[in-house]
DNA sequence: ATGTCGATCGCTGATCGA
């Protein structure tokens, strides 16, 4: 079973690299954000012509979420949910639903803005509302992953190394993604040995892909169940090749 | 450091968020 993340920076524009992707990879399962698209444009008839279910969580311009799943091979998804619950937020960043035996988070984490900013400050407040929603979650799902635009890259070989101290690489976000690790997820990506400096974002601006100065800001954190089935984490740079790329790659986790 | 995108409002460009 392929579980994948990608930001697609608006559904909308992204659809036919999603597509191709989808045809070309048949990932099992895949978490959407990003949409920038209201659930009554979501494009529900092309994804299901693809052969995949959606679950969507969407708003107007910003924001929005999607897991999809192949129905080929997970039959269909149950137990959708929106949002953080008891958290109130008007900003659509969240949903989970179960494919097969396996809870799957699509998350789309605050960007954050600038370190000590009103929206840095909703990111903190948002992440603990996370982690303490994701510790009843996983005792009701053991085994759960949490995918998604984290916007947070946990450690300094995550980082073109000029960054420092900035937005995403602050100590109170790495502390928060530490927190995430402390309620005993694994970051599938560090399970195996990786080629240095890949990322799986990089600015439009400035010729960032091209330099590859980037950020790796995308995860797939699995439970433990899930950890000892995990047989590949790769991060999928061929999209952001394309014409008119999403500004970040796809991450995709193999399990058996 | 900000040179790029995408969406919106509402008009063919400015503004915002990332």
Redesign the pocket.
Known sequence: MKIATWNV??L???LPHLLDWLAATQTDVVCLQ?L??EDKSFPVAELEEAGYQAAFNGQ???NGVAILSRKETCGEMTDVQQNIPGFADEQRRIIAATVKDVRVISAYF??G?AVGSE?FEYKLRWLNALTDWLRDEIALHPRLVLAGDYNIAPEDRDVTPEWHDEIHVSVPERDAFKGLIGLGMTDAFRMFEQPAKLYSWW????MAFRRNVGLRIDHLLVTPPLVELVRSCVIDKAPRKLE?PSDHAPVIVELA
């Open positions: 920076n608006s909308k524009v992204r990003e920038k698209c107007k311009t910003y605050p960007n803005q929206k600015d439009y601006r400035m008119r």
